[in-house]
């Protein structure tokens, strides 16, 4: 289905993209998000993306790696939205982090709303950086390279998003107990 999707978008046909765009929408939308402040900034993104997809479909020679370097376009393009707007968020402090113990179960008891929510509360920098090392697979230098930051800086960042992680975790945990308590 998908590879006829493509090759039929490939010919320009109005009606192909739309189908490409509505069929891919929601998988681009899980990604955007994962970058995101809100959804309207997720719908910029992928907006954005799906027009330098369709600027360039006929440069993907072979259909079945397309979600891949789509996949690629939209990280890429949450990374140029983030530097586009850089001014706009707020600067923190980067202070040493602490480790924190977290229950492991307790991760397996959060819906996929409630991660999404949590990583959404972390700080715009804090997030970029977490999402490219821990779900892209970057490196601390690809990541300074890419937002312009020092590798020593992206090490920080992530321990920084994991340990905010690990204290929202514990905290929805606590209010989920005293909840279950009352």
Known sequence: MEHHLIKEAKKGDPKSLERLYKHFYGY???IALRYSNSREEACEIVNDSFMKVFEKLNQVIDEQSFK???RRILVNTSIDYYRKNVRYYA???IDKAEKELCDANVIDELTKEEIMRILRELPEILRMV???YEIEGYNHNEIGM???IPSSTSRTY??????KLRQR????NQEKNEGAIR
Do not use: Y
Request: aromatic share 12%.
């Open 28 to 30: 681009a939308m899980s």
């Open 68 to 70: 891949g370097w789509f």
């Open 91 to 93: 600067v923190m402090d």
């Open 130 to 132: 977490f999402n490219m």
């Open 146 to 148: 890419e937002l312009g």
């Open 158 to 163: 992530l321990a920084r998003a994991k340990q």
């Open 169 to 172: 975790i514990t905290a929805m």
